[in-house]
């Protein structure tokens, strides 16, 4: 059973930064595609990051482009989110999601890479880690 972890959320001033992390208790594949995403009250969950776990490709959400870094610690089991020169609209909870699906490494890549449009692709969530950037 994949349990999905996070932490390192918190308040703080816009222009800061967080590190958040994700403990992951197990994949499904050999190479799986990890996300982050986030629901800011009143909206609806949007993604924000994902990264394939086999071979070096993260994509990203265009507010994320330029501030914000995918990376993968697969001695440690762990996915992060680093975020740069946070703003207020940054304020959400963010969650990270591990993909349950069938098909070959190309086919699963490809859904990685469209990972924003593709919510229902990721079976696993772990409960939130709230981030609050006042101004």
């Known amino acids: 059973q994949v349990q999905l972890v996070e932490s390192g959320g918190g308040s703080v001033q816009a222009g800061g930064s967080l590190r958040l992390s994700c403990a992951v208790s197990?994949?499904?594949?050999?190479?799986?595609?990890m996300s982050w995403f986030r629901q800011a009250p009143g909206k609806e969950r949007e993604g924000v990051a994902a990264i394939y776990t086999a071979g070096d490709y993260s994509y990203y959400a265009d507010f994320a482009k330029g501030r914000f870094t995918i990376s993968l610690d697969n001695a440690k089991n762990t996915v992060y989110l680093q975020m740069n020169n946070l703003k207020p609209e940054d304020t959400a909870m963010y969650y990270c999601?591990?993909?349950?699906?069938?098909?070959?490494?190309?086919?699963?890549?490809?859904?990685?890479?469209?990972?924003?449009?593709?919510?229902?692709?990721?079976?696993?969530w772990g409960q939130g880690t709230q981030v609050t950037v006042s101004s």
């Open positions: 999601a591990q993909d349950r699906s069938s098909g070959g490494y190309y086919t699963r890549l490809e859904l990685c890479k469209r990972f924003e449009s593709k919510e229902a692709y990721f079976g696993y």
């Open positions: 197990a994949y499904t594949y050999t190479s799986n595609c």
